[in-house]
Nanobody, 117 residues
Framework: QVQLVESGGGLVQAGGSLRLSCAAS????????MDWYRQAPGNQRELVAR???????KYADSVKGRFTISRDNAKNTVYLQMNSLKPEDTAVYYC???????????WGQGTQVTVSS
C-alpha cells in the first residue's frame, strides 16, 4: 500500500502564491519521477511539472517562470511553489509518483486551487 497525501491548496487572489506538498508513505522503497498534474472543469488532466530522481525538471509552457517543482528525497515529498497565480490556474492539482523499481504509479487525492480575479 502506498499513500500520497497532498496539502496546500486553497483560495488566493490573482498575483498571489501557494505552495503544494505531496508526501508519499507506505511500501514504496525508491521513487523515480514525481509529477504535478492539474484538471480544470471540462478539461483533460494535464502535466504541470515533473522532477526526476536526479533533480531534472520539466514544466508546461503555461507555468514556466512562475511555478517551481522540488523534492525532498529523505521525506519522500514533492513540492510545487506557485507564484504569480492567474485565474486560469484554477484547477484540482494532483501529485503522481512513479516507483523506481516496479514502474507503478500512484496518485494523490487532489487538492483544489482557486485563483480569483
Amino acid at each position: 500500500q502506498v499513500q500520497l497525501v497532498e496539502s496546500g491548496g486553497g483560495l488566493v487572489q490573482a498575483g498571489g502564491s501557494l505552495r503544494l506538498s505531496c508526501a508519499a508513505s507506505g511500501r514504496i522503497f525508491s521513487i523515480g519521477t514525481m509529477d504535478w498534474y492539474r484538471q480544470a472543469p471540462g478539461n483533460q488532466r494535464e502535466l504541470v511539472a515533473r522532477i526526476s530522481s536526479g533533480g531534472s525538471t520539466k514544466y508546461a509552457d503555461s507555468v514556466k517562470g512562475r511555478f517551481t517543482i522540488s523534492r525532498d528525497n529523505a521525506k519522500n515529498t514533492v513540492y510545487l511553489q506557485m507564484n504569480s497565480l492567474k485565474p486560469e490556474d484554477t484547477a484540482v492539482y494532483y501529485c503522481r509518483v512513479v516507483a523506481a523499481i516496479t514502474g507503478l504509479d500512484y496518485w494523490g487525492q487532489g487538492t483544489q486551487v482557486t485563483v480569483s480575479s
